[in-house]
């Protein structure tokens, strides 16, 4: 009976530590939900302000999506500067990767940052990656304005247009240089830009129309 007891009593506490458990992360969750939120926004805008650093405003007022690409119009006097394409691709080594794509109004890419990826490091991370080398200078001065660090493989999408022929890597016929030991990210990433170019040529008057 004694045993009965203690067991009846050990089941109660530990049910009273789980929902206790539980609260507490519901209200460190609702605690922590807006200032990651806000974190996220500015995480993106720096993302933008990288690829098209001179433009009015923030774009997203007029935010449209086609083929799962969302497509944002950023102005600068009035006048188009840039659209910006955000979407993921699932075809990567590590998982889903996001991208954020900047083309002009007559579809050539401006600049490709990578916004999130579990790609392997040292090989296909090293293809979603723009970062700045931890020198003397760059840790002792201050926060320099945004700017789009090189990134050798992603650079390569710099200027290109939709072709009558999908993007494609070497390996497979194309005209851009993969890395090896990271095709499935080279093909993924490729394969991204390549959707985006797509999509905007068959879009372009929707997305850029009185936006």
Do not use: W
């Not at 119009?73 to 900047?102: C, D, H, Q, W």
């Not at 710099?158 to 090896?180: Q, S």
Request: proline share 5%.
């Amino acid at each position: 009976m004694k045993n009965g007891n203690s067991v009846v009593y050990l089941g109660v506490f530990l049910g009273a530590v789980s929902l206790l458990a539980a609260l507490a992360l519901g209200v460190v969750s609702d605690v922590v939900a807006e200032p990651l939120a806000k974190a996220e926004a500015a995480s993106f805008e720096r993302s933008l302000r990288t690829l098209v650093p001179d433009f009015d405003g923030t774009p997203g007022d007029g935010k449209t999506t086609f083929d799962g690409i969302t497509f944002m119009t950023a102005r600068k006097n009035g006048e188009i500067a840039a659209v910006f394409a955000s979407g993921e691709t699932k075809s990567g080594y590590g998982g889903p990767i996001s991208y954020l794509v900047a083309i002009s109004p007559d579809g050539k890419v401006i600049g490709v940052v990578i916004t999130r990826h579990g790609e392997t490091p040292g090989l296909g991370a090293a293809l979603c990656e723009r970062k700045l080398a931890r020198t003397a200078r760059t840790l002792f001065s201050r926060t320099p304005a945004p700017r789009l660090i090189p990134n050798r493989f992603l650079d390569q999408f710099a200027g290109m247009t939709r072709g009558v022929e999908p993007l494609a890597v070497t390996k497979d016929g194309g005209t851009v240089e993969y890395r090896t030991g990271a095709t499935v990210t080279s093909r993924a990433l490729t394969s991204a830009v390549s959707d985006v170019l797509d999509v905007y040529s068959r879009h372009a008057g929707e997305i850029t129309k009185g936006r």
